[in-house]
């Protein structure tokens, strides 16, 4: 799927995840993509929480044996 930009998360712990990404949604454009990769189980709870609670909207997530991705539209 493709994305304005990423963040990667990987080997950080809760609430590491969900702190860089509400950084750094803000430098998505509103109506951009933000891929978020992250080994964290916690992120499977935390970022669709994190989305529903601002506004913005999970297009996708999936997961490897390794990692977790999330792709996040931006809202306004």
């Known amino acids: 799927m493709e994305h304005d930009l990423a963040l990667d998360a990987t080997g950080l712990m809760c ?3 969900v702190m ?6 803000n430098e ?4 951009g993509t ?3 990769i992250a ?4 992120t499977t709870r935390d ?3 994190f989305c529903h609670f601002l506004g913005h909207e999970l297009l996708a997530q999936a997961e490897d044996e390794k990692t977790f991705r999330y792709y996040i539209r931006r809202a306004t």
């Open 39 to 42: 080994t964290d189980p916690s």
């Open 15 to 17: 609430p590491e995840p």
């Open 20 to 25: 860089l990404l509400h950084n750094r949604i």
């Open 47 to 49: 970022i669709p929480r």
């Open 34 to 36: 933000l891929l978020v």
């Open 28 to 31: 998505v454009p509103v109506g």
